[in-house]
């Protein structure tokens, strides 16, 4: 493990863009994203990287060890 994912869930506009980029752990849920799972390790880095860079409410939060990364 090592990261962890924080969705300011209520703010999000259900693009749906988290869920395109990385289905492993992002999905709908009715007109909202959620993260599967909120915790990852290094292999699953670039997928939720790039889900949070290209959400367009700048709702995902991605911690390293505590430490908020993006
Ligand atoms: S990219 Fe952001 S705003 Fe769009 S569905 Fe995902 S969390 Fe919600």
Redesign the pocket.
Known sequence: MGYKIE?DHKN????????AICPKF?V?EGA??KPKKTEFDDKDLKCNKE?AE????N??RIFKDGKKII
């Open positions: 969705q999000c506009i259900g693009c749906g863009a988290c869920v992002w709908m909202k994203a889900a290209s959400c367009p409410a709702v995902i």
